[in-house]
Protein backbone atom coordinates (compact mmCIF):
# COMPACT_ATOMS: atom_id res chain seq x y z
CA UNK A 1 0.00 0.00 0.00
CA UNK A 2 3.11 2.59 0.64
CA UNK A 3 4.22 1.58 -2.82
CA UNK A 4 0.54 3.16 -4.30
CA UNK A 5 0.28 5.87 -2.34
CA UNK A 6 4.46 7.02 -3.45
CA UNK A 7 3.35 6.53 -6.83
CA UNK A 8 0.19 8.56 -6.16
CA UNK A 9 1.57 11.23 -4.58
CA UNK A 10 4.05 11.75 -7.25
CA UNK A 11 1.56 11.76 -10.01
CA UNK A 12 -0.50 14.42 -8.12
CA UNK A 13 3.17 16.50 -7.52
CA UNK A 14 3.60 16.25 -11.35
CA UNK A 15 0.38 17.34 -11.90
CA UNK A 16 0.39 20.20 -10.08
CA UNK A 17 3.94 21.82 -11.78
CA UNK A 18 2.64 23.81 -14.28
CA UNK A 19 4.05 21.97 -17.60
CA UNK A 20 5.82 25.26 -18.82
CA UNK A 21 6.39 28.79 -17.25
CA UNK A 22 6.32 31.34 -19.51
CA UNK A 23 8.35 34.04 -18.35
CA UNK A 24 7.79 37.69 -19.03
CA UNK A 25 7.45 38.76 -22.81
CA UNK A 26 10.69 41.45 -24.20
CA UNK A 27 9.78 43.79 -27.04
CA UNK A 28 10.44 41.18 -29.28
CA UNK A 29 8.03 38.42 -30.22
CA UNK A 30 10.62 36.28 -31.21
CA UNK A 31 11.89 36.37 -27.83
CA UNK A 32 9.22 35.36 -25.70
CA UNK A 33 8.85 32.49 -27.82
CA UNK A 34 12.23 31.17 -26.96
CA UNK A 35 11.73 32.30 -23.50
CA UNK A 36 8.32 29.83 -23.76
CA UNK A 37 10.42 27.01 -25.22
CA UNK A 38 13.10 27.08 -22.74
CA UNK A 39 10.70 26.97 -20.01
CA UNK A 40 8.80 23.96 -20.59
CA UNK A 41 11.79 22.46 -21.73
CA UNK A 42 13.07 22.92 -18.43
CA UNK A 43 9.61 21.92 -16.88
CA UNK A 44 10.32 18.89 -18.59
CA UNK A 45 13.45 18.02 -16.84
CA UNK A 46 12.14 18.90 -13.54
CA UNK A 47 8.99 16.27 -14.97
CA UNK A 48 11.62 13.58 -15.46
CA UNK A 49 13.63 14.24 -12.66
CA UNK A 50 10.09 13.82 -10.29
CA UNK A 51 9.77 10.34 -12.01
CA UNK A 52 13.37 9.46 -11.54
CA UNK A 53 13.07 10.28 -7.80
CA UNK A 54 9.40 8.06 -8.06
CA UNK A 55 11.53 5.14 -9.55
CA UNK A 56 14.20 4.98 -6.38
CA UNK A 57 11.54 5.42 -4.00
CA UNK A 58 9.61 2.66 -5.70
CA UNK A 59 12.80 0.33 -5.62
CA UNK A 60 13.01 0.72 -1.42
CA UNK A 61 9.86 -0.35 -1.08
CA UNK A 62 9.39 -4.35 -1.10
CA UNK A 63 6.62 -6.67 -0.15
CA UNK A 64 4.39 -5.24 -1.95
CA UNK A 65 4.52 -6.56 -5.26
CA UNK A 66 2.06 -8.73 -4.73
CA UNK A 67 -0.98 -6.34 -3.74
CA UNK A 68 0.62 -3.73 -6.99
CA UNK A 69 0.23 -7.11 -9.32
CA UNK A 70 -3.13 -7.73 -7.64
CA UNK A 71 -3.93 -4.19 -8.14
CA UNK A 72 -2.57 -4.11 -12.05
CA UNK A 73 -4.65 -7.48 -12.64
CA UNK A 74 -7.94 -5.79 -11.12
CA UNK A 75 -7.31 -2.74 -13.21
CA UNK A 76 -6.80 -4.51 -16.50
CA UNK A 77 -9.93 -7.17 -15.41
CA UNK A 78 -11.95 -3.81 -15.18
CA UNK A 79 -11.15 -2.87 -18.94
CA UNK A 80 -11.24 -5.98 -20.44
CA UNK A 81 -14.99 -6.31 -18.83
CA UNK A 82 -15.95 -3.03 -20.71
CA UNK A 83 -15.12 -5.19 -24.12
CA UNK A 84 -18.08 -6.82 -26.31
CA UNK A 85 -17.14 -10.23 -26.11
CA UNK A 86 -18.36 -12.28 -29.72
CA UNK A 87 -18.46 -15.66 -29.94
CA UNK A 88 -16.65 -17.08 -33.55
CA UNK A 89 -19.10 -17.89 -36.23
CA UNK A 90 -18.68 -20.05 -39.17
CA UNK A 91 -16.97 -18.45 -42.72
CA UNK A 92 -20.46 -18.93 -44.42
CA UNK A 93 -18.80 -17.00 -47.56
CA UNK A 94 -15.63 -18.10 -48.71
CA UNK A 95 -14.77 -21.09 -50.77
CA UNK A 96 -11.94 -22.95 -48.94
CA UNK A 97 -9.20 -25.07 -51.15
CA UNK A 98 -10.81 -28.63 -50.98
CA UNK A 99 -14.76 -27.45 -50.57
CA UNK A 100 -16.86 -27.78 -53.38
CA UNK A 101 -19.37 -25.23 -51.83
CA UNK A 102 -19.30 -22.74 -49.15
CA UNK A 103 -21.25 -22.96 -45.87
CA UNK A 104 -24.16 -20.62 -47.29
CA UNK A 105 -24.56 -22.89 -50.60
CA UNK A 106 -24.83 -26.07 -48.50
CA UNK A 107 -21.24 -27.21 -47.71
CA UNK A 108 -20.82 -30.98 -46.63
CA UNK A 109 -17.81 -33.13 -46.04
CA UNK A 110 -16.42 -35.61 -48.89
CA UNK A 111 -16.26 -39.24 -47.67
CA UNK A 112 -13.78 -40.96 -49.70
CA UNK A 113 -11.19 -43.44 -49.91
CA UNK A 114 -12.12 -44.62 -46.32
CA UNK A 115 -11.80 -41.55 -44.75
CA UNK A 116 -14.01 -38.43 -44.08
CA UNK A 117 -12.37 -34.76 -44.64
CA UNK A 118 -13.90 -32.23 -42.79
CA UNK A 119 -13.03 -28.29 -43.54
CA UNK A 120 -14.05 -25.75 -40.74
CA UNK A 121 -13.36 -22.28 -40.39
CA UNK A 122 -14.30 -20.39 -37.72
CA UNK A 123 -13.77 -16.13 -37.29
CA UNK A 124 -13.82 -13.99 -34.59
CA UNK A 125 -11.14 -12.83 -32.24
CA UNK A 126 -9.56 -14.73 -29.03
CA UNK A 127 -7.52 -13.52 -26.23
CA UNK A 128 -4.26 -15.40 -27.44
CA UNK A 129 -4.83 -15.74 -31.44
CA UNK A 130 -5.64 -19.76 -30.80
CA UNK A 131 -8.35 -21.92 -30.80
CA UNK A 132 -8.83 -25.44 -30.25
CA UNK A 133 -11.08 -28.16 -31.66
CA UNK A 134 -11.74 -31.84 -30.56
CA UNK A 135 -14.44 -34.18 -31.67
CA UNK A 136 -17.58 -35.49 -30.76
CA UNK A 137 -18.99 -38.59 -32.61
CA UNK A 138 -21.73 -39.50 -30.03
CA UNK A 139 -22.62 -43.31 -29.32
CA UNK A 140 -20.16 -45.59 -30.62
CA UNK A 141 -22.79 -47.75 -31.22
CA UNK A 142 -23.05 -48.54 -35.08
CA UNK A 143 -20.84 -45.34 -35.61
CA UNK A 144 -19.29 -45.25 -39.12
CA UNK A 145 -16.14 -43.78 -37.80
CA UNK A 146 -12.95 -44.69 -36.18
CA UNK A 147 -13.06 -43.21 -32.50
CA UNK A 148 -9.42 -41.43 -31.96
CA UNK A 149 -8.32 -38.46 -30.53
CA UNK A 150 -8.49 -35.51 -33.45
CA UNK A 151 -8.14 -32.70 -31.73
CA UNK A 152 -6.28 -29.40 -33.71
CA UNK A 153 -5.26 -26.37 -32.11
CA UNK A 154 -4.49 -23.40 -34.93
CA UNK A 155 -4.03 -19.61 -35.01
CA UNK A 156 -5.16 -17.50 -37.87
CA UNK A 157 -4.63 -19.06 -41.36
CA UNK A 158 -6.38 -16.99 -44.72
CA UNK A 159 -7.98 -14.47 -42.25
CA UNK A 160 -9.55 -17.63 -40.27
CA UNK A 161 -9.39 -20.41 -37.77
CA UNK A 162 -9.02 -22.85 -40.51
CA UNK A 163 -9.46 -26.40 -39.46
CA UNK A 164 -8.96 -29.52 -41.54
CA UNK A 165 -9.45 -32.70 -39.88
CA UNK A 166 -9.37 -36.39 -41.54
CA UNK A 167 -11.38 -39.11 -39.78
CA UNK A 168 -11.08 -42.44 -40.74
CA UNK A 169 -14.21 -44.52 -41.71
CA UNK A 170 -14.99 -48.25 -39.94
CA UNK A 171 -15.34 -51.44 -41.66
CA UNK A 172 -18.77 -52.79 -41.89
CA UNK A 173 -20.11 -48.94 -41.72
CA UNK A 174 -23.78 -48.73 -42.69
CA UNK A 175 -24.74 -45.43 -45.48
CA UNK A 176 -26.85 -42.59 -43.79
CA UNK A 177 -26.27 -39.09 -42.30
CA UNK A 178 -24.39 -38.51 -38.96
CA UNK A 179 -23.85 -35.31 -37.20
CA UNK A 180 -20.40 -34.64 -36.07
CA UNK A 181 -19.87 -32.20 -32.97
CA UNK A 182 -17.09 -30.01 -33.15
CA UNK A 183 -16.31 -28.74 -29.93
CA UNK A 184 -13.96 -25.36 -29.90
CA UNK A 185 -12.33 -23.98 -27.14
CA UNK A 186 -10.51 -20.76 -26.56
CA UNK A 187 -10.34 -17.30 -24.18
CA UNK A 188 -11.88 -14.62 -25.59
CA UNK A 189 -11.28 -11.13 -25.84
CA UNK A 190 -11.38 -10.83 -22.01
CA UNK A 191 -9.23 -13.86 -21.49
CA UNK A 192 -11.74 -16.01 -20.10
CA UNK A 193 -12.53 -19.49 -20.96
CA UNK A 194 -14.96 -19.85 -23.86
CA UNK A 195 -16.30 -23.11 -25.83
CA UNK A 196 -18.64 -23.54 -28.90
CA UNK A 197 -20.26 -26.40 -30.53
CA UNK A 198 -20.41 -26.56 -34.10
CA UNK A 199 -22.23 -29.50 -35.69
CA UNK A 200 -21.70 -30.83 -39.41
CA UNK A 201 -23.33 -33.94 -41.07
CA UNK A 202 -21.59 -36.32 -42.83
CA UNK A 203 -23.29 -38.75 -45.72
CA UNK A 204 -22.19 -42.20 -45.87
CA UNK A 205 -22.35 -43.80 -49.48
CA UNK A 206 -20.05 -46.32 -49.27
CA UNK A 207 -21.09 -48.33 -47.21
CA UNK A 208 -23.92 -51.34 -46.50
CA UNK A 209 -27.47 -50.68 -46.83
CA UNK A 210 -29.56 -50.45 -43.43
CA UNK A 211 -32.26 -52.86 -45.01
CA UNK A 212 -30.47 -56.33 -44.37
CA UNK A 213 -32.52 -58.74 -43.07
CA UNK A 214 -30.72 -59.00 -39.82
CA UNK A 215 -31.32 -55.05 -39.19
CA UNK A 216 -34.19 -54.12 -41.74
CA UNK A 217 -37.04 -53.68 -38.21
CA UNK A 218 -34.35 -51.45 -36.60
CA UNK A 219 -33.18 -48.79 -39.41
CA UNK A 220 -35.96 -48.77 -42.20
CA UNK A 221 -36.93 -45.48 -40.70
CA UNK A 222 -37.38 -42.38 -43.42
CA UNK A 223 -34.75 -39.43 -42.46
CA UNK A 224 -35.06 -36.25 -43.93
CA UNK A 225 -31.56 -33.96 -44.16
CA UNK A 226 -31.45 -30.79 -45.31
CA UNK A 227 -28.24 -31.24 -47.77
CA UNK A 228 -27.92 -27.48 -48.96
CA UNK A 229 -29.41 -24.13 -48.45
CA UNK A 230 -28.81 -21.32 -50.65
CA UNK A 231 -29.55 -17.99 -49.45
CA UNK A 232 -30.08 -14.55 -51.83
CA UNK A 233 -28.27 -12.16 -51.12
CA UNK A 234 -25.94 -13.28 -49.91
CA UNK A 235 -25.63 -10.14 -47.18
CA UNK A 236 -28.88 -8.89 -46.63
CA UNK A 237 -29.74 -5.12 -45.59
CA UNK A 238 -31.82 -4.02 -42.83
CA UNK A 239 -35.22 -3.76 -44.33
CA UNK A 240 -34.59 -6.15 -46.98
CA UNK A 241 -35.95 -9.65 -48.35
CA UNK A 242 -34.13 -12.24 -48.77
CA UNK A 243 -35.47 -16.03 -49.39
CA UNK A 244 -33.93 -19.23 -48.81
CA UNK A 245 -34.03 -22.02 -51.09
CA UNK A 246 -33.55 -25.61 -49.11
CA UNK A 247 -32.55 -28.82 -50.76
CA UNK A 248 -34.65 -31.96 -48.57
CA UNK A 249 -33.19 -35.47 -48.91
CA UNK A 250 -35.04 -38.66 -47.68
CA UNK A 251 -31.19 -40.66 -46.53
CA UNK A 252 -33.63 -43.28 -44.88
CA UNK A 253 -34.69 -46.64 -46.23
CA UNK A 254 -38.33 -45.70 -46.85
CA UNK A 255 -40.57 -43.02 -48.12
CA UNK A 256 -41.39 -40.01 -45.56
CA UNK A 257 -44.96 -38.91 -45.65
CA UNK A 258 -47.12 -35.97 -44.62
CA UNK A 259 -43.80 -33.76 -44.37
CA UNK A 260 -44.51 -30.53 -43.16
CA UNK A 261 -42.54 -27.35 -42.80
CA UNK A 262 -42.35 -25.18 -40.50
CA UNK A 263 -39.85 -22.48 -40.85
CA UNK A 264 -39.36 -18.88 -39.04
CA UNK A 265 -36.55 -16.91 -36.71
CA UNK A 266 -36.03 -16.60 -33.37
CA UNK A 267 -34.03 -13.55 -33.70
CA UNK A 268 -36.39 -9.92 -33.29
CA UNK A 269 -36.45 -8.53 -36.83
CA UNK A 270 -36.33 -11.27 -39.19
CA UNK A 271 -40.32 -13.38 -40.31
CA UNK A 272 -41.24 -14.80 -42.68
CA UNK A 273 -42.56 -12.90 -45.84
CA UNK A 274 -46.13 -14.67 -45.69
CA UNK A 275 -48.26 -14.83 -42.96
CA UNK A 276 -48.61 -18.26 -42.94
CA UNK A 277 -45.19 -20.22 -41.89
CA UNK A 278 -46.25 -23.64 -42.75
CA UNK A 279 -45.70 -25.88 -45.70
CA UNK A 280 -47.42 -29.42 -46.57
CA UNK A 281 -45.17 -31.25 -48.79
CA UNK A 282 -45.35 -34.05 -50.91
CA UNK A 283 -44.34 -38.04 -50.15
CA UNK A 284 -39.92 -38.14 -50.75
CA UNK A 285 -39.15 -41.04 -51.45
CA UNK A 286 -36.10 -43.06 -50.05
CA UNK A 287 -32.99 -41.57 -52.03
CA UNK A 288 -35.08 -38.63 -53.27
CA UNK A 289 -35.13 -35.18 -52.87
CA UNK A 290 -37.08 -31.39 -52.75
CA UNK A 291 -36.12 -28.26 -53.16
CA UNK A 292 -38.11 -25.49 -51.65
CA UNK A 293 -38.03 -21.80 -51.79
CA UNK A 294 -38.64 -19.94 -48.57
CA UNK A 295 -38.96 -15.91 -48.11
CA UNK A 296 -38.07 -14.00 -44.89
CA UNK A 297 -38.46 -10.50 -44.44
CA UNK A 298 -36.25 -7.81 -42.08
CA UNK A 299 -37.44 -5.23 -40.00
CA UNK A 300 -35.32 -1.77 -40.24
CA UNK A 301 -34.64 -1.98 -36.35
CA UNK A 302 -33.13 -5.54 -37.05
CA UNK A 303 -29.49 -6.29 -34.95
CA UNK A 304 -26.45 -6.30 -38.07
CA UNK A 305 -24.24 -9.60 -37.49
CA UNK A 306 -24.57 -12.75 -38.21
CA UNK A 307 -28.59 -14.14 -37.31
CA UNK A 308 -30.19 -17.13 -37.74
CA UNK A 309 -33.33 -19.03 -38.85
CA UNK A 310 -34.60 -22.07 -38.32
CA UNK A 311 -36.70 -24.94 -40.68
CA UNK A 312 -38.15 -28.06 -39.20
CA UNK A 313 -39.55 -31.03 -40.46
CA UNK A 314 -41.84 -32.99 -39.31
CA UNK A 315 -43.57 -35.96 -40.97
CA UNK A 316 -44.70 -40.19 -40.56
CA UNK A 317 -43.41 -43.09 -41.52
CA UNK A 318 -45.98 -45.74 -43.49
CA UNK A 319 -45.82 -47.44 -39.93
CA UNK A 320 -47.02 -44.76 -38.18
CA UNK A 321 -43.60 -43.90 -37.08
CA UNK A 322 -43.38 -39.72 -36.16
CA UNK A 323 -40.45 -37.73 -36.91
CA UNK A 324 -38.87 -33.95 -36.33
CA UNK A 325 -35.61 -32.53 -37.59
CA UNK A 326 -34.40 -28.99 -36.72
CA UNK A 327 -31.96 -27.43 -38.97
CA UNK A 328 -30.83 -23.90 -38.03
CA UNK A 329 -28.84 -21.38 -40.86
CA UNK A 330 -26.61 -18.10 -40.29
CA UNK A 331 -27.44 -15.24 -42.67
CA UNK A 332 -25.70 -12.43 -42.12
CA UNK A 333 -27.49 -8.99 -41.25
CA UNK A 334 -25.52 -5.15 -41.89
CA UNK A 335 -27.07 -2.09 -41.05
CA UNK A 336 -25.37 1.24 -41.46
CA UNK A 337 -23.67 3.07 -38.27
CA UNK A 338 -25.05 6.21 -37.13
CA UNK A 339 -23.71 7.80 -34.34
CA UNK A 340 -24.56 10.95 -32.45
CA UNK A 341 -22.61 12.79 -30.14
CA UNK A 342 -22.80 16.25 -27.14
CA UNK A 343 -21.09 19.36 -28.55
CA UNK A 344 -17.94 19.64 -26.63
CA UNK A 345 -17.56 22.51 -23.67
CA UNK A 346 -14.82 24.06 -24.18
CA UNK A 347 -14.36 27.70 -21.70
CA UNK A 348 -14.73 30.74 -23.90
CA UNK A 349 -11.04 31.57 -22.42
CA UNK A 350 -8.24 29.66 -21.20
CA UNK A 351 -5.19 30.50 -19.99
CA UNK A 352 -1.56 30.16 -21.38
CA UNK A 353 0.33 27.21 -19.25
CA UNK A 354 -2.49 25.41 -18.57
CA UNK A 355 -3.87 21.64 -19.21
CA UNK A 356 -7.51 21.51 -19.65
CA UNK A 357 -10.11 18.06 -19.89
CA UNK A 358 -12.58 18.43 -22.62
CA UNK A 359 -15.40 16.02 -22.04
CA UNK A 360 -16.55 13.64 -25.31
CA UNK A 361 -19.91 11.58 -24.88
CA UNK A 362 -20.46 9.78 -28.25
CA UNK A 363 -24.38 7.61 -28.81
CA UNK A 364 -24.29 4.44 -30.73
CA UNK A 365 -27.78 4.74 -32.22
CA UNK A 366 -27.91 2.76 -35.12
CA UNK A 367 -28.26 -1.05 -34.97
CA UNK A 368 -24.73 -2.01 -35.80
CA UNK A 369 -21.80 -2.40 -33.42
CA UNK A 370 -19.47 1.01 -33.28
CA UNK A 371 -16.00 0.12 -33.65
CA UNK A 372 -12.44 1.58 -32.25
CA UNK A 373 -14.41 4.71 -31.56
CA UNK A 374 -11.57 7.58 -30.90
CA UNK A 375 -11.91 11.06 -29.94
CA UNK A 376 -9.17 13.49 -30.78
CA UNK A 377 -8.81 17.46 -30.49
CA UNK A 378 -6.45 20.04 -32.45
CA UNK A 379 -6.47 23.73 -32.65
CA UNK A 380 -4.09 26.80 -33.28
CA UNK A 381 -1.84 26.95 -29.86
CA UNK A 382 -3.28 23.57 -28.28
CA UNK A 383 -1.20 20.61 -28.07
CA UNK A 384 -3.37 17.43 -26.96
CA UNK A 385 -1.86 15.47 -24.78
CA UNK A 386 -3.93 12.46 -24.64
CA UNK A 387 -7.11 11.20 -26.57
CA UNK A 388 -10.33 9.77 -25.39
CA UNK A 389 -10.83 5.98 -26.91
CA UNK A 390 -14.33 4.39 -26.28
CA UNK A 391 -13.37 0.75 -27.86
CA UNK A 392 -16.19 -1.00 -29.73
CA UNK A 393 -19.90 0.46 -28.48
CA UNK A 394 -22.89 -1.89 -28.85
CA UNK A 395 -26.21 -0.55 -30.42
CA UNK A 396 -28.41 1.49 -27.90
CA UNK A 397 -25.19 1.91 -25.49
CA UNK A 398 -22.84 5.16 -25.53
CA UNK A 399 -19.39 6.10 -24.31
CA UNK A 400 -17.97 8.88 -22.42
CA UNK A 401 -14.05 9.77 -21.93
CA UNK A 402 -12.20 12.75 -21.73
CA UNK A 403 -9.78 14.44 -24.02
CA UNK A 404 -6.99 16.17 -22.38
CA UNK A 405 -5.50 19.51 -24.20
CA UNK A 406 -2.14 21.84 -23.06
CA UNK A 407 -2.74 25.39 -23.65
CA UNK A 408 0.47 26.78 -25.00
CA UNK A 409 0.56 30.10 -27.52
CA UNK A 410 -0.66 30.47 -30.72
CA UNK A 411 2.84 31.05 -32.69
CA UNK A 412 3.52 27.40 -31.25
CA UNK A 413 1.86 25.61 -33.98
CA UNK A 414 0.94 28.70 -36.42
CA UNK A 415 3.02 31.37 -37.74
CA UNK A 416 0.66 33.43 -35.69
CA UNK A 417 2.43 37.08 -35.02
CA UNK A 418 1.00 37.07 -31.61
CA UNK A 419 1.05 34.76 -29.19
CA UNK A 420 -2.38 35.49 -27.74
CA UNK A 421 -5.92 35.60 -29.00
CA UNK A 422 -8.25 33.57 -30.92
CA UNK A 423 -7.74 30.41 -31.44
CA UNK A 424 -9.86 27.82 -33.67
CA UNK A 425 -9.48 24.21 -33.11
CA UNK A 426 -11.53 20.76 -34.55
CA UNK A 427 -12.46 17.67 -32.41
CA UNK A 428 -12.58 14.47 -34.45
CA UNK A 429 -14.33 11.62 -33.70
CA UNK A 430 -13.26 8.18 -35.79
CA UNK A 431 -15.03 5.10 -36.00
CA UNK A 432 -15.36 1.57 -38.11
CA UNK A 433 -18.15 -0.30 -39.34
CA UNK A 434 -18.60 -3.87 -39.50
CA UNK A 435 -17.43 -3.52 -43.12
CA UNK A 436 -14.08 -2.62 -41.95
CA UNK A 437 -14.73 1.09 -43.48
CA UNK A 438 -13.36 4.37 -41.28
CA UNK A 439 -15.95 7.13 -40.66
CA UNK A 440 -15.14 10.63 -39.41
CA UNK A 441 -17.64 13.75 -37.68
CA UNK A 442 -15.79 16.98 -36.83
CA UNK A 443 -16.71 19.45 -34.61
CA UNK A 444 -15.86 23.11 -34.82
CA UNK A 445 -14.83 25.36 -31.42
CA UNK A 446 -13.35 28.70 -30.89
CA UNK A 447 -11.42 29.81 -27.49
CA UNK A 448 -9.46 33.00 -26.52
CA UNK A 449 -5.53 32.23 -25.33
CA UNK A 450 -4.92 34.82 -22.94
CA UNK A 451 -1.35 35.52 -20.90
CA UNK A 452 -0.81 34.01 -17.19
CA UNK A 453 -1.24 37.27 -14.39
CA UNK A 454 1.83 36.44 -13.16
CA UNK A 455 3.39 36.81 -16.43
CA UNK A 456 1.69 40.14 -17.26
CA UNK A 457 2.75 41.48 -13.58
CA UNK A 458 6.28 40.65 -14.57
CA UNK A 459 5.81 43.01 -17.78
CA UNK A 460 4.16 45.77 -16.20
CA UNK A 461 6.98 45.61 -13.21
CA UNK A 462 9.41 46.05 -15.80
CA UNK A 463 8.06 48.72 -17.50
CA UNK A 464 7.72 50.54 -13.70
CA UNK A 465 11.21 50.06 -13.40
CA UNK A 466 12.38 51.28 -16.64
CA UNK A 467 10.24 54.23 -15.66
CA UNK A 468 11.54 54.97 -12.75
CA UNK A 469 15.18 55.01 -14.68
CA UNK A 470 14.47 57.37 -17.04
CA UNK A 471 13.07 59.80 -14.49
CA UNK A 472 16.29 59.71 -12.55
CA UNK A 473 18.34 60.25 -15.79
CA UNK A 474 16.09 63.26 -16.62
CA UNK A 475 16.44 64.77 -13.39
CA UNK A 476 20.17 64.48 -13.82
CA UNK A 477 19.65 65.93 -17.23
CA UNK A 478 17.90 68.70 -15.57
CA UNK A 479 20.17 69.51 -12.47
CA UNK A 480 23.43 69.56 -14.76
CA UNK A 481 21.72 71.91 -17.03
CA UNK A 482 21.14 74.15 -13.99
CA UNK A 483 24.59 73.83 -12.72
CA UNK A 484 25.73 74.92 -15.98
CA UNK A 485 24.13 77.51 -16.90
CA UNK A 486 25.00 79.08 -13.22
CA UNK A 487 28.46 78.02 -14.12
CA UNK A 488 28.39 80.08 -17.22
CA UNK A 489 26.57 83.34 -15.72
CA UNK A 490 29.06 83.69 -13.21
CA UNK A 491 31.91 82.93 -15.33
CA UNK A 492 30.30 85.52 -17.52
CA UNK A 493 30.10 88.36 -14.72
CA UNK A 494 33.59 87.83 -14.05
CA UNK A 495 34.71 88.57 -17.63
CA UNK A 496 32.88 91.83 -17.84
CA UNK A 497 33.99 92.61 -14.53
CA UNK A 498 38.03 92.04 -16.09
CA UNK A 499 36.91 94.47 -18.98
CA UNK A 500 35.73 97.06 -17.29
CA UNK A 501 38.07 97.17 -14.74
CA UNK A 502 40.69 97.60 -17.73
CA UNK A 503 38.84 100.37 -19.19
CA UNK A 504 39.04 102.25 -16.31
CA UNK A 505 42.70 101.88 -16.01
CA UNK A 506 43.24 103.01 -19.77
CA UNK A 507 41.58 105.88 -19.03
CA UNK A 508 43.19 106.78 -15.73
Known amino acids: ?66 AINDAAIDSEQSIQSMAVVEPLRIDGKTLYDGMDK ?39 QNSPFVFGNYAQTTG ?32 DITGNQAQQNFIVYVTIT ?17 KLYISACEITPGIVDGGEAFSATVTIENIGAIRARSVILTYGSDTDGIVPAQTNNTMHLENIASGKSESVSLSFQTTSDVIAGEQSFYVKLDYADLYGGIYTENHTFPVRVIQPAKMEYDPISIPKQV ?37 AFFGDIPPGESGDGEVKIYVGILSMTD ?65 AIVISMIIITKFSRILRSKKIYRDLMNCL
Open 1 to 66: MHKIYTLFLTLMIIISVPLTSFAAESLSDTAGVAQVLSDATKAEEASSDIVAATDKTVKTVSGNDA
Open 102 to 140: TYEQGYIPKAENGKISIILPLLGQTYDGKVSVTTDFGTT
Open 156 to 187: VQDGAYLFRLEIPLAAGRTNGSYPITLKADYL
Open 206 to 222: DGTNADTDSVKEAVETP
Open 351 to 387: TSGETISVPVNVFNTGKSVLRNVKATISGTGLIQTSS
Open 415 to 479: SSENDYGKSNGICTITYMDDNGEEHKEEMSFSTEITQRVEDSKDITEQKTVGQWWISILVAFAII
